[in-house]
């Protein structure tokens, strides 16, 4: 009815230029932007000093993607009329389109000076301050707005956002929360908000959000790739092979998709498929400059969970060296590697073989490609004396862990005196571990937040228990944060890190010409670096508990499958050789086929004896005690040995026949020993370990007596 009416205008007076511009609008609320901007042009031939006639054709020039006219509009615009609001916000949404941020900003900025009500303006105000990292202005923004809309679902859906990247995970979910109860179809909010589940470490709830959105877009990409994370997390391998096939079902070209499911074959040992993966995400980043190294850095350090032999052990390790030192920076600088990469050369560890020069090589890798690494607090004002030492404590593990359980004892122990003990750790289950630490601040796997949050600290010693159990310490660590920085042997080999002073071992733990396998410099305590305290006694049980056969000795090594070395097969198919009733028995490992893949590889060292071998299911620590308290011979591993498995072995008073290794990590079980001045079952070759072991197994007083010598 309108345009009619305008036609009826333009029949009388063809140049009367309200009626065109009328009719031109009209036209682009149609989506018939052409004919709209014929329109509104001839409007502005007409009348050329008229502000909105230059403003609604660079709308209508802005829908058609030509944005350089219609800048030149908004600018014709300004120029008649500087207080035109809406002329300011949409020129900043050109420019925030453009990637200029800052300058959009300023637009915005404008705007709000001319109509502080507008609350468009200020949303993409919050949008661009977000993006170039002003988040706490960002939120303000955010929080304006809704203190007069409450009802906005997306400046809810953007406030919680940008909480997240402030670490502020459980105040995000709050925003989404509200966010849906205005759009209970926002399927992006439920997305963000198991993202914000996720940061939290609740893993069945982000996979509940995930599934809310799913079922609202069911080819939501992101969503299905984040989902199949959280399986992940969970141990549900199939079910995140699924999520990771159906995101690349729907978006062939999705690169987290196929990283996430190249991880997760690497993780299960599938080392080619995994491979494949990578080789496909590369060629798709060779056409992405930002991302062009990740997949090449994920396939140098991709190496096999259970080894398929000996031999393959130095064609391994020399692959990936050549692959990481023929990785360079290329000017596409990673900010955050463990968002982007997230490995490490963990497996590296048991090889059996000196790691120094490899991870230093690894960690020279990371700097070159992302130097933003080597963050250096800032120095502040000389302080006000403080007579106590700071000391920070950095562990992703600070739970009932091993590593929670070794040093929680050092953390209550430490003279409040002489020390103020601060912990840092990332979100994580809580328990009886957790619980019993104070003074704990708490990191999100941001790592430029968290290094600013320490940083504030001020500290003099941070102390990281295990760097290289899992990466976001580690990429941590590359950081100056104190003046003093130090790495326990949580993880048990040199961290090649640069900023990392020293490492804490023993005398005891360390074998002569030890300074050689650290880059950091070595430091032997009198004692072993930990504070253990003895579990109450747990109740016996019968083999039947565990489904063990009642009859022939059970020799069960209680480690985890990895660190069952090819070279220690031979000496374990002689024990059962030697033994015609004894059996193996080996706990399941963390991910599902690696049973699998060792009993394969003992099927080639002792197929005559390999159908002896058992697993039992994974377990929690009561029937982890109680499992080794049904060995006749508890067996360590060689090269690299159990470290708390032994000191709950001992704890409860249970012989162990160990080898000690030429590395630290290979020689805890025997320091152990050696604090005890029990030496018995420290074997010092391979055959003297299968005496011992079935010494051990088939001489019961011997057996009797050893425990005895524990126990007291």
Partial sequence: EAEALYRQILDADPHHADANHMLGVAACQRGEFEQGIECISKAIQTSPKNAYFHNN??????????????SASYAAALDIDPKLAEAHYNTGNILKDQDRPEEAAQRYERALAINPEYAEARSNLGNVLKEIGHLEEAVDCYETILAARPDLAEVHFNLGNTLIDLGRSANATDCYQKALAINPNYAEAHANMGNACMEQGLLDD??????????????????????????KEQDRWDDAIAC????????????????????????????????????????????????????????????????????????????????????????DDLNDPHRAI????????????????????????????????????????APAINLRIRVGIVSAHLHSHTIGKIYLG??????????????????????????????????????????????????????YPDIGMEPFTYFLAFARLAPVQLAGWGHPV???????????????????????????????????????????????????????????????IPQTLFKFHPSFDLVLGDILRQDEDGRLVLISGNRKNWDTLLLNRFRESFPDEADRVLFVPRMGSEDFIRLMGLADA????????????????????????????????????????????ITDLIADDGDSYAQLALRLAQDREFRHDIKNRIAE
């Avoid at 496909?280 to 396939?299: F, H, M, T, V, Y």
Wanted: aromatic fraction near 8%; charge should be negative.
């Fill in 342 to 381: 997230g490995k490490t050369g963990f497996f590296l560890a048991y090889h059996g073989l000196n790691d120094r020069d490899v991870q230093r090589q690894i960690a020279d890798m990371y700097l070159r490609v992302a130097p933003s690494l080597a963050f250096e607090k800032p120095h502040p004002p």
């Fill in 244 to 331: 990771f096939r159906k995101a690349l079902e729907s978006d062939l070209n999705y690169l987290e998709a196929l990283h996430n499911l190249g991880a997760v074959y690497g993780d299960l040992g599938h080392i080619e498929k995994a491979a494949d993966c990578y080789r496909q995400a590369g060629k798709l980043e060779g056409e992405r400059p930002d991302k062009s190294i990740r997949a090449n850095i994920k396939a140098a350090l991709l190496l096999p969970p259970i080894l398929p032999g000996i031999d393959a052990i130095d064609p391994l390790r020399q692959a990936l060296a050549e692959k990481v030192q023929a990785i360079g920076g290329n000017g």
């Fill in 410 to 463: 050092v953390i209550e122990n430490l003279d409040r005196e002489r020390f103020d003990v601060i912990i840092f750790r990332t979100p994580q289950q809580q328990d009886a571990v957790a619980d019993a630490i104070d003074s704990v601040v708490t990191i999100f796997n941001d790592l430029d937040l968290a290094r600013r949050r320490i940083a504030e600290e001020d500290l003099d010693v941070l102390f």
């Fill in 57 to 70: 054709l660079a709308n209508a020039l802005l829908f058609l993607g030509r944005g350089d006219e219609a």
């Fill in 206 to 231: 982000a996979a509940d959000c995930y599934q809310k959105g799913l079922a609202i877009t069911p080819d939501n990409v992101e969503a299905l790739n984040n989902l199949g994370a959280v399986r």
């Fill in 634 to 677: 508890l067996l360590d591993t060689s090269h690299f040995c159990g470290g708390f498995s032994s000191t709950e072995a001992f704890a409860a008073g249970l012989a162990i026949v160990t080898w000690p290794g030429a590395f630290m990590r290979g020689r805890v079980a025997a320091a152990q020993y050696q604090a005890m001045g």
């Fill in 494 to 556: 040199t961290t090649g890190i640069a900023n990392v002073d020293y490492f804490l071992s023993s005398e005891d733990l360390e074998p002569p010409g030890a300074d050689e396998h650290y880059t950091e410099r070595l430091v032997r305590l009198r004692h072993l670096p930990a504070f253990y305290t003895r579990p109450p006694p747990v109740a016996t049980v019968e083999r039947a508990y565990f489904g063990l056969p009642e009859d022939g000795q059970l020799y069960i």
